[in-house]
């Protein structure tokens, strides 16, 4: 359908390409630009910004978005989740140019919601397929795509998008650019689609890096706040231990009194009583004495 990544420098250095309405870009100039704007990129929002942006002073759109794709598969299901790079927030605009022109430049103020796409969609088979952008207007006249369900077609509407070009890495499917607000009416030419190819090439590896970069925060976040829990775990250890201390000290005490007492009475008895009892009771009383010695030593203890 479109010509392939690999003869897209070739037509892309055919010089200045023009929109009907006489706007004209250098497709050189805008690799270039991108290039050097994402090889440094390593958060996944900047990435965002700069694709929009460059792309969007580039071939004339107004507002876009960058999805993470990830591949789910379980023993019943395979499934694909688009998931926003700041999910629940609106689209996010075009830099001020070519994109913000004219009356209707104010971009839709559409929520983006993580979507879930079955591997059996039409449209997951022509993105892994053709790895190549997508137009909207394709989607509603194509054979291909009146499977689509309406669940799926209702996803699309509200996004407002008029293209969707996908990002593939080694590892498969990782990201889809959506692009919307298209100035010219006509839609997109067969170039700007080749340097939608392209650029997507160009991001596929920024995109991988500030995934990782992401992956590693995340995990740093989660060491963190292990650390944060294992602290404050140690906190109400501490407290309950000194709890525990002081509870022994007052129960120590409370049984300190009456055996000192009992032993005390013990000591009355022997001094002044001891002529006066049988052999028995004397043995009875030199047992309680050593228990009650025995029971001292195990609360001092």
């Known amino acids: 359908m479109y010509t392939q990544n690999k003869m897209a420098f070739k037509k892309l250095n055919l010089g200045f390409l023009r ?25 996944l929002e900047k990435l965002e910004q700069v694709s929009v942006n460059v792309i969007g002073k580039a071939i004339g759109t107004k507002r876009g978005r960058l999805f993470l794709v990830e591949h789910i598969t379980t023993a019943n299901s395979s499934h694909f ?11 996010l605009p075009a830099a001020i140019g070519k994109a913000n022109q004219g009356e209707n430049s104010k971009p839709a103020s559409v929520a983006v919601k993580e979507y879930r796409l079955e591997a059996s969609s039409p449209l997951v088979a022509y993105f892994l397929q053709a790895r190549q952008p997508l137009e909207q207007r394709e989607i509603e006249s194509a054979q291909r795509f009146r499977e689509l369900t309406a669940e799926e077609r209702r996803w699309l509407a509200a996004l407002e998008m008029d293209v969707y070009v996908p990002i593939f890495s080694k590892s498969g499917w990782i990201g889809l650019l959506t692009l919307g607000g298209k100035l010219a009416s006509n839609g997109f ?27 590693l925060a995340q995990a740093n976040r989660g060491l963190k706040q292990a650390q944060q829990d294992i602290e404050q775990a140690n906190v109400r250890l501490r407290e309950m231990d000194e709890l525990k201390s002081s509870f022994l000290s007052v129960i120590t005490h409370e049984m300190r009194t009456p055996l000192a007492n009992m032993a005390f009475s013990m000591q009355i008895m022997q001094m002044y009583g001891d002529t006066n009892f049988l052999p028995e009771q004397r043995e009875q009383l030199d047992q309680i004495g050593a228990n009650l010695a025995t029971a001292r030593r195990m609360i001092d203890n």
């Open 189 to 215: 030419a067969e170039q700007d689609l080749v340097l939608l190819g392209t650029l997507a090439d160009l991001a596929a590896v920024a995109l991988e890096n500030a995934r990782l970069v992401n992956g």
């Open 81 to 91: 989740m688009l998931k926003p790079i700041r999910p629940g927030e609106t689209v």
């Open 19 to 43: 929109f009907p309405g006489g706007e004209e870009y250098d497709p050189a100039a805008v690799i270039r630009e991108y290039s050097v704007n994402v090889s440094s990129v390593v958060d």
